[in-house]
């Protein structure tokens, strides 16, 4: 694994763009200000958070690593002053939601960070121990990386307390957002690429930089040839959707590097793109799948899918590895005939389903989280996935069947209901986060002459 990898896979703990910022008051341009010459690398308080400090390395660090996960997705940096106001206030932001967490008592259980943990280093393609080496030769020891994620996690469990939990959608919201959508029931294309990524470190030399083209060209010219892409994934790419054939999902553009949408603009399904190069090394891209969405579900057919599951939480006794571990085993029994899935998810699944043998039913796009609904559609019927680690713990997916159906009113609405409650969400978390920062004191100070 490189560098770059190590970083990416640290995005859920440096993102800025789902951070709810807020500018600076007049005069807060030099709160970051280099100290004189000969103090360049001191470190000071740059700013205080009710009674909690914030040093200028922490803003500095921070920085450091958003300005990595920018040029990592191809997308353009803030100039320097500009990127560390930014930060500082999302750290302010951050430290007074944390402080927040620990007024209503929200903990983190060593079992739920030895999960994400184990997430982090799987998505790297790495056991644990490795991950945990690799990370303390490029600087980052595990004990600051757990921090990380339990912050993260500590925020996320708030949000989901204060804001998500007092959230309701009536039918009449959903009504409301139905009839509002046929004058321009056409929303934004969708887009199914698979990626192939050749890592390039840092400050490569340029033997290494040809070495790492030339690999992405091979994938590149098989790929436009015709063979398998999910195995082409698997033997060149270095990116988090290895596992997966390299299929990143439908989404919308929004959701890709600007860079993947530009050189992917023109092409059909099945054709390739790439190697394109960016701060990460380069990409290979194949167009998988193209469909328009409805933005609203009034005369819809949507693909549903039926799918089981066997589901191992992480605890004490069972660490995420070792549920990896067991679930592979599973996996191999399953596919070579020695054991049946549904016998396997009766007898050890820790899941409501378990008594159905893991069937989840029918369901609509969007209804599981998204490491498992992206898994579970890369999966062509009968086909058993690798285990796949979400929030709730390593689960093995089968895809039973799928089917077109058309939409009933009840329907409609409970296909409508995620986008009518996701908005609604962004709404209330915004003018939650603006109330709590509203209500913390806030002290910025100067950097020391």
Known sequence: MRRTLVWAALALTCGLASAQTLRLPSGGANLLAAPPAGAREADHITAVVNSVPIT???VRDRA??????????GEAVPPRDALLREVLELLVVEQAQLQ???????KIEPAVLDQAEAA??????????????????????SSRLREQIRRQITLQRLREREVEATLRVTDRDVDNYLQSQPAAPVGPEEVNLGHILVALPERAAPAEVASRLARAMRASERASAGEDFAKLAQEFSEGPERQQGGAMGLRTADRYPELFIESTRSLKPGEVAGPVRSGAGFHVLKVLERKSTTTAPVDATVTQTRARHILLRASRQTTPQAATEQM????????????????????????????????LGWANPGLYVPEFENAMN?????????????????????????????????EKRDAARPQVREAMLERAYAEWARDLRAKAYVE??????
């Open 378 to 410: 890369a999966l062509a019927p009968g086909e058993v996935s690798e285990p796949i680690i979400s929030r709730f713990g390593v689960h093995l997916i089968q895809v039973l069947e799928r089917r077109q159906t058309k939409l009933g009113l009840n």
């Open 64 to 73: 450091a690593s958003v300005e990595r996960q920018l040029r990592e997705r």
């Open 100 to 106: 927040r967490a620990e007024e209503v008592g929200i």
């Open 120 to 141: 982090v280093a799987e998505q790297n393609q790495m056991d644990l121990k490795t991950f945990r080496e690799r990370l303390a030769r490029e600087g980052m020891d």
């Open 56 to 58: 200028a390395n922490e």
């Open 328 to 359: 592979r085993n599973w996996r191999n029994d399953i596919v070579s005939g020695k054991a049946d899935f549904a016998t396997l998810a009766r007898e050890h699944s820790q899941d409501g389903s378990a008594k159905a043998g893991g069937d």
């Open 444 to 449: 910025y100070r100067e950097p020391p002459r």
